[in-house]
């Protein structure tokens, strides 16, 4: 009753005010003219902008009944807006509820990846873009090759490759083309071998896990290798989330 009561007394609020506004820019006006000098041309200012002033009090104080007669919590900084207050009631106690060992290992190792990838940072890039070797003349393109230029091979491949030759193997032919590659390569090397190291046998476990809990998802099993690694690495954190509220999710149906 009293959130109500506060809500109803900022609307009359404002529209007091909005009367109160028009009332006096009327009357300014009617003077500037009637007039035949500068002075009430020159206080035709100070009558508006008392008008406006009005205004914005009104919708300040109606703004703040309002959001004290919201329910609480909703007008609280980065708080679900516009829910009615049985549905609010209904998502505070969802969100009291714990999460288990399995949703609280998920979510933590999602996070874990994620940070992995800002502490290594963006990947290079290729010394040469689409558009340079667009620009070439085969001649051009000629003395690169001849010359066993990486930068230029490993550009063409990132731009207009498959991406096979950016994945690690023990073919000799393949070593022997990225054999120059100083950029690229490299790079994707390092994020795929820092990954095995600290993360594949942790997120090849959790899959287990859910797997026992019945949810499984292949993304958690994609390889982390070449010019696809990050990406991998991403779409594996994103799943981790997601399987940690489906678990929840299967928990609150049984």
């Not at 009293?2 to 007394?9: E, I, L, T, V």
């Not at 340079?132 to 230029?152: N, T, W, Y």
């Not at 091979?153 to 023990?170: K, N, R, S």
Request: aromatic residues 8%; glycine residues 6%.
């Amino acid at each position: 009753m009293g959130g109500r009561w506060f809500a109803n007394r900022g609307q009359v609020v404002q529209t007091v005010a909005a009367s109160i506004s028009a009332c006096v820019a009327l009357v300014a006006l009617y003077f500037v003219l009637r007039s035949n000098n500068s002075l009430p041309k020159a206080s035709v200012v100070l009558y508006i902008s008392g008008a406006v002033s009005l205004l914005l009090i009104g919708a300040v104080f109606g703004r703040r009944s309002a959001l004290r007669a919201m329910p609480k919590g909703q007008n609280e900084p980065g708080a679900v807006k516009l829910l009615p207050a049985e549905d609010w009631k209904l998502v505070q106690r969802a969100a009291d509820k714990p999460f288990s060992l399995l949703q609280e290992d998920a979510l933590r190792l999602s996070v874990e990846l994620l940070t992995f990838l800002k502490r290594l940072g963006p990947a290079p890039a290729p010394k040469y873009t689409e558009e340079d070797i667009a620009k070439m003349s085969s001649a051009e393109m000629k003395v690169l090759i001849d010359a066993h230029d990486g930068d230029f091979a490993e550009a063409t491949e990132y731009h207009h490759g498959d991406g096979v030759l950016f994945i690690q193997t023990a073919n000799a032919y393949s070593n022997k083309i990225t054999a120059h590659w100083k950029r690229l390569l490299p790079w994707y090397q390092k994020v795929s071998a820092s990954y095995v190291l600290e993360f594949k046998d942790k997120v090849e476990k959790m899959c287990n896990r859910f797997a026992v809990e019945g949810i499984a998802d292949e993304t958690l099993l994609l390889p982390v290798e070449g010019k696809d690694g990050e990406k991998r690495i991403r779409a594996i954190a994103a799943t981790l989330w997601g399987l940690a509220f489906r678990i929840r999710e299967k928990a609150a149906s049984l």
